[in-house]
Each structure stands twice: as C-alpha cells, then as structure tokens.
C-alpha cells in the first residue's frame, strides 16, 4: 500500500481486517514504526481521527506530530500558478515537500466546502498532498470519503454478525446542519465488499451519488427498509442531488426503539459524533442495541492495520 486516501488502496479487505484483529488481540505493541514519524494536519475538527490515529502511531512505536492546519498553519494556496498576492501565504509545492522531510507518512483532513460539487470531488486538497509529498499520504477524511472509519466499521459489523448472510441499512437520518456525504459513501463502498443484504434508506431528494451506490437499491420507505435488518447504520448527509443543501423532510427519520421493532433486534451503528434525540434517540444510544462505542473502540485498530502496511511499503 503506497497511500491510504480511498478505500480502493486496499487491495483484499478481509485480510487487512484480519490484520487489524491480530493487532487489536494478540499483538498490539510492534515496533514497525520505531524511528517513524507521523504528521496529522487537520483542516477541521476531530476527536476520534485525531486521537485513535495517534494512540495507533503510538502503538506501532511511532513519533507523531499534529497541527491544526486551518488554526495555526500559514493559509494554503492549491491552485497551480496562483498569483499569491491575497490571504494564501504559502503554497502546497512548498508546505508538502517541507512536511515530506519532517514526517515519513502525512495524514489529511480536509472537509468539503458542499457550495461546488465538482470542486468538492476533485479532492483539491488530498489529492494535492499526494501530488506533491514524497511519503505516504493519509486520508482522516476528505471531501467524499472517510476510509479509516469504513474500515473500523468492517471489522465491527464482522465482530457483531451473527447471521450467515446479514442485511445490512444504510439510514440516513436528520439533522440541522449540512453534511458531508464522505462517512456515507465509503460505508457503501465498504459494503460493496462484503457478501450481504445492503439497501439504503433515505428521503427522496437524499439519494446519494450514483457512481458510489452503483446497483444497490434506495428505499424511500425508513421503516420498509428497516424489515429484518441485523445492522442498521445511522447518518446524516446533506443532498447530492442539490448539491450540499438540507432539504425539507415531512416524515421523522431519527432511530428509536419504535422503528428497530421492524429489524431483528438490529445493531445499530454510527461514526460519532452523534446529536442524541435528533439522529438517534436515547432509548437506543443506551440500549444493547447500540454498538457506537465499540465501533470507535476499532477506530485505531484500523488505523494501526494501515499505518503498518504504508510503514511497511517504506522499505
Ligand atoms: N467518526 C469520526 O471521524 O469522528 P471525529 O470527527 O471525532 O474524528
């Protein structure tokens, strides 16, 4: 593996989740990464990205630096031949090259703006470190994908599953602010993946990209889609079809114990944070249904499984 920025760097799935349970049961503390040293830029906020990725550096034996690029960085300009005589004060060329010297892996987070589509797919940013470091690059969520929490979300549907084929719901859920659709869609790559019953469910007007969902199918019906479900995987994200926008919803689409009678006894999922009693309610946050906290929990055994493999391509 020579970068982690989509879910595609991986070439099998089971095999790197199995990596990532040995290294989580039996082998957590290697020392792959004595000597290494990992830099987190954060173009936006975090807690778990931020701390999982550090304490699994940390686990491999790695030095870690971090910054709150968007904070405390000088203004990054992206564009090629800009004339920097406005508020961007350093250019990528620059910054990533400097940072490939300091760090032998950088990992990014850089949020969409959701006012451009196609500016927000061309990864202007991710893409621009890959462009221009000479190290491995990581993506800690980028404008349409979040890899490290779809694989974290693999291995805990693979420690949850009881059934022998388990169907699996997307549900997109409310909220008062507009999202990001990047969790969403490599969830559903993710499921691409895995031999199991996928549909999402989500208002009309919410359908995600047509290029990520490929052939699997969108229910417009919550508690239809809900029917039998062993996992049910809650999030919210703004409309790609108008593009960024939060759009009208008659009917409530939070998750309560009300709508998990339809499901069998459904596990229930979500990458946190979670605005409780909005996209979740309490009476399944504070139920056995809830699997949330042991999904973070695999946040950094997913990130050690990766940092390994990308330490290991060093070489
Ligand atoms: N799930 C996730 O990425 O959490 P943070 O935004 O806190 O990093």
């Given at each position: 593996?020579?970068?982690?920025?989509?879910?595609?760097?991986?070439?099998?799935?089971?095999?790197?989740?199995?990596?990532?349970?040995?290294?989580?049961?039996?082998?957590?503390?290697?020392?792959?990464?004595?000597?290494?040293?990992?830099?987190?830029?954060?173009?936006?906020?975090?807690?778990?990205?931020?701390?999982?990725?550090?304490?699994?550096?940390?686990?491999?034996?790695?030095?870690?630096?971090?910054?709150?690029?968007?904070?405390?960085?000088?203004?990054?300009?992206?564009?090629?031949?800009?004339?920097?005589?406005?508020?961007?004060?350093?250019?990528?060329?620059?910054?990533?090259?400097?940072?490939?010297?300091?760090?032998?892996?950088?990992?990014?987070?850089?949020?969409?703006?959701?006012?451009?589509?196609?500016?927000?797919?061309?990864?202007?940013?991710?893409?621009?470190?890959?462009?221009?470091?000479?190290?491995?690059?990581?993506?800690?969520?980028?404008?349409?994908?979040?890899?490290?929490?779809?694989?974290?979300?693999?291995?805990?549907?693979?420690?949850?599953?009881?059934?022998?084929?388990?169907?699996?719901?997307?549900?997109?859920?409310?909220?008062?602010?507009?999202?990001?659709?990047?969790?969403?869609?490599?969830?559903?790559?993710?499921?691409?993946?895995?031999?199991?019953?996928?549909?999402?469910?989500?208002?009309?007007?919410?359908?995600?990209?047509p290029a990520v969902r490929k052939d699997i199918?969108?229910?417009?019906?919550?508690?239809?889609?809900?029917?039998?479900?062993?996992?049910?995987?809650?999030?919210?994200?703004?409309?790609?079809?108008?593009?960024?926008?939060?759009?009208?919803?008659?009917?409530?689409?939070?998750?309560?114990?009300?709508?998990?009678?339809?499901?069998?006894?459904?596990?229930?999922?979500?990458?946190?944070?979670?605005?409780?009693?909005?996209?979740?309610?309490?009476?399944?946050?504070?139920?056995?249904?809830?699997?949330?906290?042991?999904?973070?929990?695999?946040?950094?055994?997913?990130?050690?499984?990766?940092?390994?493999?990308?330490?290991?391509?060093?070489?």
């Amino acid at each position: 593996m020579k970068n982690y920025t989509t879910l595609a760097d991986i070439d099998n799935l089971e095999t790197i989740i199995r990596e990532a349970r040995g290294l989580k049961f039996e082998n957590p503390d290697t020392k792959a990464g004595e000597g290494k040293t990992l830099g987190m830029l954060f173009f936006n906020p975090s807690l778990r990205t931020r701390l999982s990725t550090e304490k699994a550096a940390k686990l491999l034996g790695m030095h870690v630096m971090v910054m709150n690029a968007d904070k405390d960085g000088w203004a990054l300009e992206f564009e090629d031949g800009a004339v920097m005589n406005s508020d961007k004060a350093e250019h990528i060329k620059e910054a990533a090259a400097v940072l490939s010297q300091y760090c032998d892996i950088i990992a990014v987070r850089a949020f969409p703006g959701l006012k451009d589509k196609e500016k927000d797919e061309s990864e202007l940013v991710l893409n621009s470190f890959k462009k221009y470091a000479s190290v491995p690059v990581v993506n800690l969520e980028s404008a349409t994908g979040h890899p490290l929490q779809a694989l974290a979300d693999a291995i805990t549907i693979q420690e949850h599953n009881t059934a022998e084929k388990p169907k699996i719901v997307l549900s997109w859920a409310p909220h008062p602010k507009a999202l990001p659709q990047s969790v969403a869609n490599s969830f559903v790559e993710m499921v691409h993946r895995l031999d199991v019953d996928f549909v999402i469910t989500n208002p009309e007007g919410y359908d995600l990209n047509p290029a990520v969902r490929k052939d699997i199918k969108v229910e417009h019906d919550q508690e239809k889609a809900f029917k039998d479900a062993d996992f049910v995987y809650v999030k919210n994200w703004s409309s790609y079809e108008d593009y960024g926008q939060v759009l009208n919803v008659e009917k409530n689409w939070i998750v309560n114990q009300e709508k998990l009678k339809h499901t069998n006894n459904a596990k229930v999922m979500h990458c946190l944070p979670v605005r409780r009693n909005v996209v979740i309610a309490d009476d399944v946050l504070d139920s056995e249904n809830s699997i949330v906290i042991q999904q973070a929990n695999n946040r950094t055994f997913a990130a050690q499984a990766v940092l390994k493999r990308l330490l290991e391509s060093l070489d």
